[in-house]
């Protein structure tokens, strides 16, 4: 008789996106005049840019034609987008990676998802609290995380370091010693970001005591201020303990073209063991690569019309942040994150829970964000907001806000 | 200090087409004036069919405007797709598939390489012998198939279910209790076929011992005799016992555009447990979609006039089938496969091994296939060539290898 991974059944309720979308469906079945706005999942509302677009065409009508038709990708993903990759997110930024250390994929989510699996069971993973929730429950599902306490919202075996108002929601070097830091910065949830001094804390810690940074940098086109590290190889080191994750979601709205690529440096090893060829030969197993048509997507993204374009779109998304930030000060709200992250993070008011603060928004307000608590024990009573909507759209919401 | 899964190292040599592309672009290096052939790895040649185009086409100017623009998938993927699949796949085959079964994915290597996952470590598998590597690698991975043998080139813990001459290449029911099986009809590599009858043998065995049967119906669009079934779902009772996988890289050339979709049926249970349901949560927390372009896509597979280029697309490939299967047998080969399926599977000539028949192929007829052994211990004397190509080319890569 078969028998079902049990480590599926520890998981507690359903994934923090899903249990949102039911809880919006069924208030708009039961208020379908209510016009809802959703600044919850962050989501994209802009159109891809013309240059994108143009070239999306393009590579559809090769898929028209024997002469030009594309097939099987290579497995690591087309050279033409690697090497921009390579050329403009790294040489550019004075950051050495090389052509076979990237990994195109289909997008950051499944990359954090299924990073664990080149790491045996036995190690001990820690992370940013709050956090991404697939970070947490690839690892639950691969059994690595030992026993779920209810009360607490904590697993036994996973590290967690809080980020809170008190460390400006930037973590301490935790004290017991990790094997894998899940880290993300720009932050989602929070929307704070560390400096390049800061980081590179954290990749001396990784190399003194043989941890693997996995680095999720899905929100660096968003950076705008000064000494904010838009790469982890930026920092000295960080070759020899560092794996990134990039994704096109947010850089480009792809959230629904799907597009990212996983960065494994082959000076990180375990023993004699380069994890470049571990996850090269996950990748070549169990997946087939980016639809042509996408990759040359992307590669629209890193010419000078796409990056033109793309520019403008994180600036609406930014100038969208401004107004969320702004808004909820003049209501009396705290505030933090919306500068170098398209994510705002507020301090629930009257003590209210994140999921209490969530149903008092979506009845009164009719505006839908992220509970917070979904995200881990430390952002219970803390609430995300993302700039993503339109702009007239957030606009409202924060009006609804502010005479709630 | 962090440990890999080592699980990994215990992979023989490099995928199989991995290795294939090598050993070509070596001799390719070598030889700049000889022209290949590739019936190697089974990637289609014939340009996307019209309809599929014109929807491609149109569903890109949608992702060009606000108000059209699509952002994340639904998590099972759109229904759109999903109910033209139900409808079509199942319902007119007079089989039970309900919409919230059907998980769209990005291609069948996806799914067949994830889909053990949600089994626990402690699951016995069977596969055919030659089989698909992804089945067996992927398990490898998990830590699910013991020790590799290198002399047999088998692993201790997997029950292997040998298919060749003698069986015309339709297993028998293993004599070990497998927990998982994985099936393949029409089969990759040896292009054999099961009848209903004999599909229906695998069904009642896998009920009454209580194992699941992971069936990849990737080839199904070539079937071209009666009684054979379309889908597992054709049988009595396989909703208690089997996942289907399935693909549009075969049935419509998408092998560089990327779309598939998996079926658990909600009648699969571990106890209360269904596999409908961890199957879900793997799909919401480990992926995000297909591409909104790419599903539309797939729609226009479903319609009158891109259903009918696609009969006409694969009687084109079916066709070279047709040549393969008479070259060979005039020139004196032994083969089988090629009428349900766009596989050629004939036995090397003079004991060759299959590796040494594949250089020797490269070399004297510079054409491309893939050797036997690679797929598993009894695929060792034989080789695949696939019905794939242009029909020019293969017309001139079988009197190549007439004339060799």
Request: charged share 20%.
């Amino acid at each position: 008789m078969f028998k079902i991974n049990d480590n599926y059944l520890k998981l507690p309720g359903s994934y923090l996106f899903s249990m949102i979308g039911k809880k919006v469906n069924e208030f708009s079945k039961a208020n379908p005049d209510k016009k809802i706005i959703r600044l919850g999942i962050g989501d994209v509302t802009q159109p891809l840019a013309p240059a994108i677009i143009d070239s999306l065409h393009k590579a559809v009508d090769e898929m028209a034609h024997a002469e030009t038709f594309h097939g099987y990708a290579p497995d690591l993903g087309y050279e033409f987008l690697r090497s921009a990759i390579v050329k403009q997110d790294y040489q550019a930024r004075g950051a050495h990676v090389e052509l076979d250390e990237i990994f195109i994929s289909d997008g950051a989510k499944g990359d954090s998802g299924n990073i664990q699996e080149i790491f045996s069971e036995n190690n001990r993973i820690a992370v940013c609290d709050p956090v991404y929730p697939v970070y947490v429950d690839s690892n639950v599902m691969a059994g690595r995380t030992g026993t779920y306490d209810p009360k607490t919202e904590t697993w036994s075996d996973v590290i967690y370091m809080p980020c809170t108002e008190e460390n400006n929601f930037v973590p301490q070097l935790p004290e017991e010693t990790p094997d894998l830091i899940y880290l993300c910065f720009p932050n989602n949830p929070t929307g704070s970001a560390v400096t390049k001094e800061q980081l590179q804390v954290w990749v001396d810690y990784a190399n003194k005591v043989g941890a693997v940074i996995i680095y999720d940098a899905a929100y660096e086109a968003y950076i705008s201020e000064e000494n904010i590290p838009h790469t982890i190889y930026e920092c000295e080191g960080a070759r020899t303990c560092a794996i990134e994750l990039r994704s096109f979601s947010k850089k480009a709205g792809f959230t629904g073209t799907r597009l990212g690529f996983t960065v494994v440096p082959k000076d990180l090893k375990c023993g004699d063991v380069m994890l470049n060829t571990l996850w090269a030969r996950r990748h070549g197993t169990k997946y087939n690569g980016a639809p042509y048509i996408v990759q040359r997507a992307g590669e629209a993204v890193y010419t000078p019309e796409g990056d033109a374009q793309l520019k403008k779109q994180i600036a609406y998304y930014m100038n969208n942040a401004k107004v969320i930030m702004n808004g909820l000060k003049d209501a009396g709200y705290s505030v933090s994150g919306g500068v170098n992250a398209p994510y705002i993070w507020l301090k629930t008011p009257d003590s209210m829970t994140s999921w209490e603060f969530f149903d008092y928004l979506l009845e009164k307000a009719n505006v839908v964000g992220t509970p917070g608590s979904g995200f881990g024990p430390s952002g219970e009573g803390y609430f995300r907001l993302t700039a993503f909507g339109s702009y007239e759209n957030t606009l409202e919401a924060i009006e609804r806000i502010k005479n709630m």
